[in-house]
């Protein structure tokens, strides 16, 4: 992430580094670092995906920690974090389950809060799975469940 050198008298020279440390993958190209920092590099380490506009990094790696601790009391974690062209949000959990966000991220934390709430006592445990779920609504949200195969 840097280096530093500094010269010590009267024939030394030190030498300071400080390495990035990954906190996700930006799309397929990049890695983001801790400090929402974007830098070429790969790992196999399994990492969530970070998907959004040029510019945006640190916004989205604020958000990630911001989201992951909301969504904690459920016990999965967060593994995309998509800011579409539009700015809106949406996340892909570690449950299989999709939430959409909208727009408003700081709204958003209250509808999580809401939604983190109702889910182990009222859907966690449903006869029909659900795999999208909508948070863009400010008194509710909406499930999508897939259509029954007969």
């Known amino acids: 992430r840097r280096a530093w050198v500094r010269r010590v008298w009267p024939d030394r ?22 400090y929402g920092e974007r830098f070429a590099a790969r790992s196999d380490a399994a990492l969530p995906v970070f998907v959004a506009p040029a510019g945006t990094e640190s916004e989205v790696a604020r958000r990630y920690a911001v989201f992951s601790q909301a969504l904690a009391p459920l016990g999965t974690d967060v593994q995309w974090v998509v800011l579409t062209p539009r700015l809106a949000w949406q996340l892909r959990l570690g449950n299989g389950l999709h939430l959409m966000l909208g727009r408003d991220a700081d709204a958003a934390q209250e509808r999580l809060r809401r939604f983190v709430a109702v889910y182990r006592p009222a859907l966690e445990r449903t006869v029909r799975p659900h795999e999208y779920i909508d948070l863009r609504y400010p008194n509710g949200f909406a499930l999508r469940v897939p259509q029954l195969k007969g």
């Open 13 to 34: 020279l030190e030498v300071t580094l400080e390495e990035h440390v990954a906190l996700a993958r930006w799309g397929d190209d990049a890695l983001i670092n801790t």
